[in-house]
């Protein structure tokens, strides 16, 4: 059932015999089960009454749909009545057999969004209408699952092979303008004369003027079978290579080859069947969580629930114009917010606006931006030295070193330049913010604006609230972050906030591991296999050994009981080895940047062994994958156990958010919580309790991992938040 009991069509016949079936389930008019049940009750009351000549179908408060209603998968992913759970129910039994079947042509008229089951509505019917900027698309394989509702049958048959399998298995949409070219749509026209435009095709097709088209049997766009297999051939090479751990890519190609060699009618069955098996697989089930855990990280008890309206935000200023801070002022420019990028000298200056120009510009080379907008967004930067122009600014960011004498001063200096009301954000990564505004006394208004590298790039914005920091602050962050497109998740202070917290064990676990025998580039391999970006090595390389020492630093200071220390990073570094930016890690670097591994390694690895006067250990020497994922990823998990203990995070689903946002955890696992829960806390608690009595400290299960395991409870369900940092 959909969680949305209010969802319905409702039909109007007009004096032209039209009769008129609209979708109305706000906020998309997604599909409950509701809105299907009535869309076929009112189709079949228009077949059967006689002053019906033709059909319309449209969504209410210009929204086609937005598809199937995803609330209903986490419910019992089904309908309720019998006959709703059947295979093939709303594909085959009312869009095939009713709707494109019908004695009476029917048109859909698409206005905003038409996508998923939307769409596949739409392409039941004999003709599509559309406005110019509607978005058409299948997005379904965001969700581990694949069209259901018969759109990897109709949309190859309507716009090619190629272009269906584009649309698909990238979940990429089209505008009603590009669908008009690729025969998706039969026609574009305004938004005030979508409906009646609509309602004259439905009549003309009725009177043998235009088309009267059944999709699922059109084969004037389908590839001769040689040619249509050797496509299909090539997108399954291409989906074991971009998603190697996913299946349903690869089943949505099997069911589109089933419609083209053995008949839309066979291939809508296996779809249906296909449909149903996706729906329960743990890859659905993780994505699902993702997309409504995203919706949820802004949702803050005690903050967002209190009729808090967001201030309106006129002028940025930010300080630093190094690479995060020219990051951060590229993507608030994006968003047409005005930006003041201030630095202590012209040289440094230039060379932030630089940053930002090089930004755009490789957008304008992508064909993303025109040249046009170009010289209209670097409009909104303006330079300054001095805290002259700070007087009308609403919100600061500070994006200058990890230094926190600097940090102290400059915030001293901007509780006198920036007005009362104006925020004073800090983008420190690991410094606590109750330190950085020490020396003022503007404590409630002072909040961490985290952002990753490349932030113009990254999508994850970590705001961080002290005890002092006002909720009016927070819900201003909050809107700034989704306007300027960012998915943003309140924490609590400490050191390392959520993210960088959460992983710091990561690299540390990857160097005991190496130190006690295991291969350097196996457990980069392994990591990589499992999902990441990349493995903790290369991570290492990238982000470069001075931040890899200055962060590890706090948390050798902040948490010496279970910090492991290995010498080898500095080791190297000693020997100006300091990551790719000196072409030699982990890895070595030619020009093009591609990594190799490095014998060498080998003396830096014994010599850190040494130091840290451990042995080799043969199991470890001949670790198999499943152990290797299991003990860097456990200690990651147990850190996120104490994050949320002390409630620095407000719920697991925002910790989830934060590790595949943050660090690139795969989404198909459901974050750092959710993969844990999958495996049982049980099982992780006695992993850790058994390395850390071979090993040490550092594996050693925290109080909540042991009280969950000890009553078999999840990880993620609520928290006791007694001891709220928020």
């Known amino acids: 059932m959909g969680s949305n009991a209010k969802g319905r069509t409702v039909m109007e016949v007009g004096a032209d015999g039209v009769a008129l079936i609209t979708i109305i389930n706000p906020p998309v008019n997604s599909l409950s089960f509701d809105v299907l049940r009535s869309l076929k009750d009112n189709y079949e009351q228009a ?45 085959i039994e009312i869009l095939s057999d009713i709707v494109e079947a019908s004695k009476k042509p029917s048109v859909a008229a698409i206005d905003g969004l038409a996508l998923g089951g939307g769409l596949e509505i739409a392409m039941a019917c004999h003709a599509r209408i559309s406005t110019p900027t509607a978005q058409l698309g299948l997005p379904e394989l965001q969700l581990g699952i694949i069209p259901g509702f018969g759109g990897t049958q109709r949309l190859p048959r309507l716009v090619g092979l190629s272009k269906a399998l584009e649309m698909i298995l990238m979940s990429k949409p089209v505008k009603g303008e590009e669908a008009n070219s690729l025969g998706l749509v039969d026609a574009v026209v305004s938004p005030d004369e979508l409906v009646n435009t609509a309602r004259r095709w439905a009549l003309d097709i009725l009177n043998y003027r235009r088309p009267w088209v059944a999709s699922l049997y059109k084969t004037d766009k389908i590839e001769p079978l040689g ?38 009618r066979a291939g809508l069955l296996k779809e249906a069947e296909a449909f149903k098996v996706l729906m329960a697989s743990d890859t659905s089930k993780s994505l699902v969580h993702i997309f409504f855990a995203q919706r949820g990280t802004s949702k803050v008890p005690g903050v967002t629930d209190i009729g808090l309206v967001p201030r309106r935000v006129n002028k940025v200023a930010i300080l630093g114009g190094g690479l995060m801070g020219s990051g951060i002022a590229t993507a608030l420019i994006l968003s047409n917010y005005p930006v003041i990028l201030k630095e202590v000298n012209d040289k440094f200056l230039q060379a932030g606006i630089g940053r930002v120009r090089a930004n755009l510009q490789s957008r304008v080379k992508k064909g993303k931006m025109t040249q046009e907008k170009f010289e209209k967004t670097i409009s909104l930067l303006k330079g300054a030295l001095d805290y002259e122009s700070f007087k009308d600014v609403d919100i600061v960011i500070e994006a200058v070193i990890e230094n926190v004498s600097l940090k102290q001063q400059i915030f001293s200096d901007l509780e006198k330049y920036c007005p009362p009301h104006c925020i004073l954000a800090s983008n420190t ?62 924490v609590g202070n400490c050191t390392g906030f959520a993210v960088n917290r959460m992983f710091f064990p990561y690299t540390q676990a990857a160097l005991l591991l190496v130190e006690r025998g295991t291969d350097l580039y196996q457990i980069d391999r392994t990591i990589t296999k499992f999902g990441m970006p990349m493995g903790p090595f290369r991570l290492a390389d990238l982000v470069g050994f001075g931040v890899a020492i200055a962060t590890g630093t706090q ?66 020497v001949k670790l198999p994958e499943k152990d290797i994922v299991e003990m860097i990823f456990f200690p990651v998990v147990n850190e996120a156990c104490r994050v949320l ?41 006695s992993r850790l309790e058994e390395w850390s009595n071979l090993y040490g400290e550092f594996f050693k299960p925290c109080a909540y991992l042991a009280e969950r395991a000890a009553k078999g409870a999840p990880l993620s369900s609520p928290v006791d938040q007694a001891k709220s940092r928020l």
């Not at 969504?59 to 089904?78: L, N, Q, T, V, Y």
């Not at 404590?443 to 961080?464: C, K, N, T, W, Y």
């Not at 200071?557 to 300091?578: G, H, V």
């Not at 620095?648 to 590790?659: G, Q």
């Open 645 to 685: 203990a002390e409630g620095i995070a407000v719920k697991a689903s925002d910790l989830d958010i934060a590790a595949v946002m943050g660090m690139g955890f795969p989404p198909y696992r459901g974050g750092i919580m959710f993969w844990a829960d999958s495996l049982g806390s049980k099982y992780i608690y």
């Open 227 to 264: 040619e249509a297999r050797e496509i299909l051939q090539f997108a399954r090479v291409q989906a074991r290579k971009q998603a190697p751990n996913l299946k349903h890519p690869l089943v949505c190609i099997d069911v589109i080859e089933e419609g083209i060699v053995s008949g839309p």
């Open 47 to 91: 077949l059967r009454r006689d002053d019906v000549r033709a059909i319309v179908v449209t969504g209410a408060k210009g929204k086609f749909s937005g598809g199937f209603d995803i609330s209903a998968f986490k419910g019992s992913r089904g309908g309720n009545e019998e006959g709703e759970q059947r295979p093939g129910y709303v594909s």
């Open 429 to 490: 990564s690991t410094i606590d913010l109750n330190l950085i505004g020490e020396k003022t006394k503007s404590q409630d208004r002072i909040a961490g604006a985290h952002f990753f590298s490349p932030a113009h790039i990254m999508p994850l914005l970590e705001i961080v609230r002290t005890k002092q920091t006002s909720p009016q602050v927070i819900v201003d962050l909050l809107d700034l972050g989704k306007k300027i497109k960012k998915t943003p998740v309140v």
């Open 555 to 620: 948390f050798v200071q902040n948490f010496p009981e279970r910090t492991y220390i290995s010498m080898l990073i500095p080791l190297m570094q000693e020997d100006k080895r300091a990551g790719e930016s000196t072409r030699k890690g982990f890895y070595v670097y030619d020009d093009r940047r591609k990594a190799k591994p490095d014998p060498e390694l080998k003396k830096y690895i014994e010599k850190s062994r040494s130091i840290s006067g451990v042995t080799i250990d043969p199991k470890l």
